[in-house]
């Protein structure tokens, strides 16, 4: 079965860059997502974008993250870009056709 491993998670400041990766152990045939979850609050979908490349974006990071995948490479990427404090939260990949979560990695926005 298809396993999911997030990475590129870490402390940026206001107005910052990061890069998270969810490498799959297999093939990623369907559509993935980024999620996002601060302490207290409910997940919320960030971003996803199907087997073909058509994405879809939560209102908040319009125009600031970018979602992508290299299918060859069974990856999908977030750029986060102009990184904002309430971006602070653990992300996770996901696969919903087959339930699946990554383990989650920490992004910290601070001055």
């Known amino acids: 079965q298809v396993q999911l491993v997030e990475s590129g998670g870490g402390l940026a400041q206001p107005g910052g860059s990061l890069r998270l990766s969810c490498a799959a152990s297999?093939?990623?045939?369907?559509?993935m997502g980024w999620y996002r979850q601060a302490p207290g609050k409910q997940r919320e979908l960030v971003a996803d974008?199907?087997?073909?490349?058509?994405?879809n974006y939560a209102d908040f990071v319009k125009g600031r993250f970018t979602i992508s995948r290299d299918n060859a490479k069974n990856t999908v990427y977030l750029q986060m870009n102009s990184l904002r404090p309430e971006d602070t939260a653990v992300y996770y990949c996901?696969?919903?056709?087959?339930?699946?979560w990554g383990q989650g990695t920490q992004v910290t926005v601070s001055p």
């Open positions: 996901r696969c919903a056709v087959l339930g699946l």
């Open positions: 974008i199907t087997r073909g490349g058509s994405t």
């Open positions: 297999g093939n990623i045939l369907f559509v």
